[in-house]
């Protein structure tokens, strides 16, 4: 499934062969929670590179729903995205519901954010859900571990999501569907390092990193990401999730990461601000009034070669949907291509001359 082509110090260069295609790392995935990238549409995602998105367990449990997805045969025709998908196990978003939660060895009882209803999800469920949902990739079900919590809250939540996880492969039935593990242990080395030699014990056909990207310091991220890498299997993929910045991506490569999601091109897009070969751009800024420059004059996009700064910044600031379109397009192409970048130099072992470029893009911006 996962083939190490070539090494750059630390950083990887990798292919994924899956169902539904082939995906080559290290490797940004588009966020789709509900099945559907943000204001974007398959066309826009082939036409912009994405290789693979990923959906939400949680969100689509709860609507459509499975009898939906059933009928359809599978999340992949019910949306008409016939490349690979990844879904998230749910876990974080029931730990975002603080109060219309509660977890018990047998799973995580909560609310529904729509209605109320109520619902258990236990480790089985989210591997039936997903194996109902196709997706090429499915987590198992952690607990994501809060930030800052003690040693031994770490240790007992992370020895939950190991129970859980060897429920999860138990309950995996689909052959030709990926699993991975999630590592959690919150910000502790020893914890981490516990949990991953348990996970790669389990065997799965991936890891991820979860736990991270919820408030720590970007030091302990980047410290948490390296001590995982270290442990983790080299002849499978490994995933940090729900990061990040481009300069957050570039970190985790070079640290050994292959694959990452995050909603923040297309919610910071949303907010008018772009991330460009020149940096982060703030579009609602008086200085881009009368500016007749292309959005980012080494970007392809359609945005970028049909608009104008001034005229993206007018479609903003008067409320129009068609801004929120076109800063997504731009900004889910931008991390697209970066991630070229990042294999085109590791191929060409100059990994480290990008690094250093976009540290000192990002903190000029």
Known sequence: MFTLIQTDGAARRGRLSLKHGTVETPIFMPVGTVGSVKTLVPEDLHTLGAQIILGNTYHLFLRPGLEVIRAYGGLHNFINWQKPILTDSGGFQIFSLGKLNKLTEEGAYFSSHIDGAKFCLTPELAVEIQETLGSDIHMVLDECTPYPVDVETARSSMNRSMRWA???????????????????GGMYEQLRTLSAINLADIGFEGYAIGGLSVGEPKEDMARITEACCAVLPTDRPRYLMGVGTPLDLLEGVSRGIDMFDCVMPTRNGRNGTLFTSQGRINIKNQKYRLDQTPLDPQCGCYTCKTFTRGYLRHLYLAGEITALRLFSLHNVTYYVQLMDQVRHTIETRTFASLLSHHKDLWDQT
């Open 166 to 184: 060897a429920r999860c492969r138990a309950a995996r039935k689909d052959q030709n569907l990926c699993q991975f593990g999630i590592v959690q």
